[in-house]
């Protein structure tokens, strides 16, 4: 009897190491459902995960989640800029003369004023400066250069000036290499999107 279960065991270890043996051998495909071809590996996404945050004192803590509230308030209206931009650049080329270029140019600053106006003036002057800089994130330019652009120097020499009353530059540039706050920005964007807590959308508040 002993003989036999001796016989037995070693014919289940013998049966299990060559089983295991045998699916090493063998490539393994895997199908994913909706794909009609099964692979031998599958794709995932890419996820990026960033360390926790770590913070010097209460101070540091404190500015970082002002700066972070701030931004993802601003943020989808930089983003609708920059939207409205493209789609003005990719129109003027199509437009003959100067004046209805000039014409067109008006029609979608009236539109954008009427579709966020009432909202951008509910903005506090950090929340405008920080939106500011983000218009030059998303779009490559200052505010003060769009404008000069889209409308004229003097309409850009003008709102500068205005802005300047409320503390507020138009010709600021998004730095985050240089610029403590504008790393904060970067650091508060770059970890929305990696948890996809961003907000694209206006709508979407």
Known sequence: MKNL????????VFNSYS????YKDL???IKVEGDSLATKSIDLNEVTIYPALEFSSFDDKLRYYTVRRKTLKVYPYAVLASKRLQELNRRLPLIKTRAKKKKYTKIVEKFIEKEFSEELKKLTRTEGQILI???????GQTVYKLIR???NGFKAFSYNSLAKLFKISIKIEYNPDNNDEDAIIEDVLKRAYADKTIKLSLKDQ
């Open 149 to 151: 652009k889209l409308r």
């Open 133 to 139: 800089k983000l218009v030059h994130r998303e779009t």
């Open 19 to 22: 089983q295991k043996k045998e």
């Open 5 to 12: 279960l001796s016989c037995l065991i070693i014919l289940i």
């Open 27 to 29: 490539d393994i495909l």
